[in-house]
């Protein structure tokens, strides 16, 4: 009976733990993204640009960017073959 009633008490308290970790957690991620939304109103939105379409706007040039980097690295790395490939000839 003993046992019973510690293990009881301890789903209560881990259930009053995880409880409170969820608030924080949403707290913490709904603030980011009011900042992250402020930030981009303020300083990265175009003239009569909303910020959801400046999202949009941001992330498709992030991706031209990456994959503009991606073609660059691979540039590099057949140059860098083809030199290797010159000194062991």
Do not use: H, P, W
Request: glycine share 8%.
């Amino acid at each position: 009976m003993a046992k019973s009633k510690l293990v009881k008490a301890n789903k209560k308290i881990a259930e009053g733990v995880v409880e409170g970790y969820k608030k924080i957690e949403e707290g913490a991620v709904g603030g980011f993204g009011r900042i992250a939304d402020k930030f981009v109103d303020n300083f990265l939105t175009k003239d009569g640009e909303s910020v959801e379409e400046a999202k949009v706007r941001l992330a498709e040039e992030q991706k031209e960017r990456e994959v503009k980097s991606e073609a660059e690295r691979e540039e590099r790395e057949q140059k860098q073959k083809a030199r290797k490939v010159g000194l062991d000839s």
